[in-house]
Nanobody, 123 residues
Framework: QIQLVESGGDSVQSGGSLRLSCAAS?????MGWFRQAPGKEREGVAT???????TYADSVKGRFTISQDKAKDTLYLQMNNLKPEDTALYSC????????????????????WGQGTQVTVSS
């Protein structure tokens, strides 16, 4: 059983920055960040595979950067120029990339998931 623990969520003003971390007890060949705002469906934010290949949602391209430290089994999400619409519970997940490694093709029941960290952006 793989355990994932997110941290780094906070309340910030619009235009601010945050860096989220996801510490994994072990990692598979694909990791990703997802978010869910109240009353909305879960949205894939970004993914990264074991070669470093990444995918991003259009809504975060140019503002968010996903990265990983393989030695520490830690996933990061650097978020810049935050907007109120980025407010959500952010969760990380990992699975084998044999199943695919795209932010927009990852079912909630696939792989291992953390509990999430809350990001709130005020205008």
């Amino acid at each position: 059983q793989i355990q994932l623990v997110e941290s780094g969520g906070d309340s910030v003003q619009s235009g601010g920055s945050l860096r989220l971390s996801c510490a994994a007890s072990a990692r598979l060949s694909c990791m990703g960040w997802f978010r869910q705002a109240p009353g909305k469906e879960r949205e894939g934010v970004a993914t990264i595979d074991n070669t470093g290949a990444t995918t991003y949602a259009d809504s975060v391209k140019g503002r968010f950067t996903i990265s990983q430290d393989k030695a520490k089994d830690t996933l990061y999400l650097q978020m810049n120029n935050l907007k109120p619409e980025d407010t959500a519970l952010y969760s990380c997940a990992t699975r084998s990339k044999v199943l695919g490694c795209r932010h927009d093709a990852w079912d909630a029941g696939s792989g291992y998931w953390g509990q999430g960290t809350q990001v709130t952006v005020s205008s």
